[in-house]
């Protein structure tokens, strides 16, 4: 274990310009991989850099820590007793912890773990974290947040969904995370820490190298979707949604989902591509307006040709989405709860 070794020591109180956090629930079969990704930050942090980066990391049988990562250092600056990570009240506590140990004029926020997008705890899937088989729901997951982060890097699978986004508007300025599954490696740290350290992040910049990381490995591993969204522009987009859907008619229940873009691997499929989901279920309207609107909150967008070799990604907008299953109760009644449901006009799909 990396962190074997290492002294505990109190952080400086001294206000930077940027802290970024990674919140590392790996209390789960993860936990080898977020030792890799630790070693990875500390080997890129800039030897001159000021501003933190500051990781929480939960292991598998191992106490939760508060580390300060340095060049080619790291620092254990606060311990926990034994805690659930993917619980609202012990996460917001945590990541309040942290920000009152490091004061910033911005603070930038990576959550790291296990994510099936917007989908609830416990249905045989997970939404975001894992801790001894529990898991948070996307609603808690907002609550949790105790301040409006400049921008949340999902490393999870999942969640780049329009409903994960409109759930986080006020959380959050940006958003990076892929609308598929992540592989196990996740985002290529040693590539990226440097442009999420600095005073102004290029997100863009993150995303690009995340996705040459993907498209220079080989078979399955060559698997990858990403986008940077604007999540200032997401109550525009959810009006021009409305309106097209409150103003022309279908029939949702005979709607074939298997011709949309599917974006996850599971047998009954609960990602799509928004985009062309809207496309298929309305193909006479005019979805100029949507178009223009989908261009202002997605920024950035890529995605290799195949998935996993399961599936190809012939279309993908940035965001991905719902469709309802007529027979899935449990999970309709949980969407019902989201904002995105609400605001979009999503409601008539599920009368």
């Not at 800039?46 to 501003?51: A, G, K, L, T």
């Not at 250092?73 to 912890?97: G, P």
């Not at 949340?152 to 006020?170: R, T, W």
């Not at 940006?174 to 440097?194: Q, R, W």
């Amino acid at each position: 274990m990396s962190l074997l070794g290492v002294s505990c020591e109190k952080s400086e109180s001294k206000a930077t310009k940027r802290t970024v956090i990674v919140y590392m629930a790996a209390d789960n079969g993860l936990s080898d991989n977020a030792l890799r990704n630790i070693d990875q930050m500390r080997s890129a942090f800039p030897s001159q850099e000021e501003n933190n980066l500051i990781v929480f990391l939960d292991l598998l049988d191992e106490p939760p820590v508060i580390i300060k990562i340095g060049a080619n250092s790291e620092t254990i600056v606060k311990e926990y007793e034994e805690l659930n990570s993917a619980a609202t009240v012990q996460m917001r506590k945590v990541l309040s912890d942290i920000i009152n140990l490091y004061p910033s004029d911005n603070f930038g926020l990576v959550l790291w773990s296990h994510s099936t997008s917007w989908l609830p705890a416990g249905c045989t899937t997970r939404s975001f974290g894992e801790d001894n088989g529990t898991q948070m729901n996307l609603t808690d997951l907002a609550e949790a947040l105790p301040i409006k982060f400049d921008y949340i890097l999902f490393d999870a699978c999942l969640m780049g969904s329009i409903e994960v986004a409109y759930e986080l508007k006020d959380k959050t300025n940006y958003m990076i995370a892929s609308s598929t599954e992540t592989l196990y490696v996740g985002f290529p740290y040693d590539l990226i820490i440097p442009d999420l350290i600095v005073n102004t992040p290029d997100l863009k910049k993150v995303a690009e190298k995340y996705m040459n990381y993907y498209m220079q490995l080989s078979g399955i591993y060559q698997s990858a979707t990403i986008s940077v969204i604007n999540l200032k522009e997401l109550e525009a987009l959810a009006n021009t949604t409305k309106q097209l859907i409150t103003e022309h008619s279908f029939d949702i229940n005979s709607f074939d989902r298997t011709t949309v873009q599917q974006l996850d691997n599971y047998v009954e499929q609960y990602t799509f591509d928004f985009k062309d989901f809207i496309d298929k279920l309305l193909p006479d309207a005019n979805k100029r307006q949507l178009t223009n609107q989908l261009g202002n909150v997605v920024l950035y967008k890529a995605h290799t040709e195949e998935f996993m070799k399961e599936y190809k990604i012939k279309s993908y907008c940035g965001l991905s989405s719902y469709i309802p299953i007529k027979d899935r109760e449990d999970l309709n009644t949980y969407y019902k709860t989201l904002k995105w449901y609400f605001d979009s006009g999503y409601s008539s799909l599920l009368q």
